[in-house]
């Protein structure tokens, strides 16, 4: 199948299903934002390690003082000049300290190869990432829906689309990640689209 634009998946999904249907007219189509540059992809990493198990306006606030203590730019020499106690200073907890410390360092040996991560599969993008001290799963695929724009991305951990599937599918509780997994198959190859419209659900509410 060739690749579509969120507009066409969008499109498409809600061919499949009433409930999707629903929400692309509540919202429209998926918008997941402008695609980052090669050079953002550091901080697009940096910031989902940061908003990791934090609500968005603490998490936001801590991000801003991170900006700050780093001049603005949030990249791999900036990170590693200003030392963890800096980063601690500006909220980070020691084990967020330490995961920022290992993914500059990572980047700057080119372990990772984070300007080439667009050519490779999501399933190597998320081993490269993975393998980075804090990162995890959840982590790896925000990075591949926002920041790659992959379109068949299902974070089946993630609370926000657990809740929004089961607003927008009349469920009385969250379905399990196990039993989400199961019920994205109908929206392949497409699933980012799909959580993207489970957020939104979330926001209704």
Do not use: N
């Amino acid at each position: 199948m060739p690749r579509l634009s969120h507009r066409e998946a969008s499109e498409e999904l809600a061919s499949r299903s009433p409930e999707i249907a629903h929400l692309r007219a509540l919202h429209g189509t998926c918008r997941l934002g402008p695609r980052p540059r090669a050079s953002a992809r550091f901080a697009s990493l940096a910031r989902a390690i940061v908003y990791q198990q934090l609500a968005g306006a603490a998490a936001g606030a801590i991000w801003e003082r991170l900006l700050a203590a780093l001049d603005g730019d949030c990249c791999a020499e900036k990170v590693l000049a200003a030392g963890p106690a800096a980063l601690r200073a500006a909220g980070l907890s020691a084990a967020k300290a330490a995961a920022l410390g290992d993914l500059a360092a990572r980047d700057l040996s080119g372990e990772l190869g984070l300007a080439g991560l667009g050519r490779r599969s999501d399933e190597d993008v998320t081993a490269r990432l993975v393998a980075v001290r804090g990162v995890g799963p959840w982590t790896a695929q925000m990075f591949l829906l926002f920041t790659l724009h992959r379109l068949d991305v299902w974070p089946t951990g993630d609370l926000g689309v657990r809740k929004g599937y089961a607003l927008a599918f009349g469920l009385e509780e969250p379905p399990s990640p196990v039993a989400l997994e199961a019920a994205g198959e109908v929206f392949r190859p497409f699933r980012s689209v799909a959580a993207w419209y489970c957020w939104r659900a979330c926001e209704r509410v």
